[in-house]
T-cell receptor, first 115, second 113 residues
Framework: DGGITQSPKYLFRKEGQNVTLSCEQN?????MYWYRQDPGQGLRLIYY???????QKGDIAEGYSVSREKKESFPLTVTSAQKNPTAFYLC??????????????FGSGTRLTVV | DAKTTQPPSMDCAEGRAANLPCNHS???????VYWYRQIHSQGPQYIIH???NNETNEMASLIITEDRKSSTLILPHATLRDTAVYYC??????????????FGKGTKLSVKP
């Protein structure tokens, strides 16, 4: 079945450490996205990529980095520069805006906790 | 910022229709209305979208007013599994960042037995 997979489901990080969250999709979607969600809040866009080897900052990119070396994969690194990284992280994919009016497919999320 | 306004919470009795309103008074002619829902601790799930005509699928119906400044998502027979946060989003059909989905806080729908 086609879908989008995030791993791990839960992640604990010590202060000062970098961690990488995985996102893989087999939907053949060109566009991929990373969102952050804090308790009781909506989703905020961190980074997005509309094509391989290209990505753009979203609204809250500071302290995060991404890469898009393969169409299927869009890993997110939470660096030590992110001052409050504890949150629920969601990855999504879609046909790029302008090429279709379809919605996003989301993964099941990674809950990151700084200990 | 989100371009939509939704009530923060609503209750609905199981088996009854749930009508979730959304205001999008500044919507542009090339912007679609999308609805997603998020069950606790899961990723959002696409429900339906529309431009100006009413739409229906196996999950819900979307009613858009003639002036397109508001819409209503209808779950015809709500079940306990429909308890979730429902997001109404307007999205332009174009390339670049304008086409990205921007989520507000949504409406928390509680379906009660």
């Amino acid at each position: 079945d086609g879908g989008i997979t995030q791993s791990p489901k839960y992640l604990f990080r010590k202060e000062g450490q970098n961690v990488t969250l995985s996102c893989e999709q087999n939907l053949n979607h060109d566009a991929m996205y990373w969102y952050r969600q804090d308790p009781g809040q909506g989703l905020r866009l961190i980074y997005y990529s509309q094509i391989v080897n290209d990505f753009q900052k979203g609204d809250i990119a500071e302290g995060y980095s991404v890469s898009r070396e393969k169409k299927e994969s869009f890993p997110l690194t939470v660096t030590s520069a992110q001052k409050n990284p504890t949150a629920f992280y969601l990855c999504a994919s879609s046909i790029p805006p302008g090429q279709g009016i379809y919605g996003y497919t989301f993964g099941s999320g990674t809950r990151l906790t700084v200990v | 910022d989100a371009k939509t306004t939704q009530p923060p919470s609503m209750d609905c009795a199981e088996g009854r229709a749930a009508n979730l309103p959304c205001n999008h008074s500044t919507i542009s002619g090339n912007e679609y209305v999308y609805w997603y829902r998020q069950i606790h601790s899961q990723g959002p799930q696409y429900i339906i979208h529309g431009l100006k005509n009413n739409e229906t699928n196996e999950m819900a119906s979307l009613i858009i007013t003639e002036d397109r400044k508001s819409s209503t998502l209808i779950l015809p027979h709500a079940t306990l599994r429909d308890t979730a946060v429902y997001y109404c989003i307007v999205r332009v059909w174009s390339g670049g960042s304008q086409g990205n989905l921007i989520f507000g806080k949504g409406t928390k729908l509680s379906v009660k037995p």
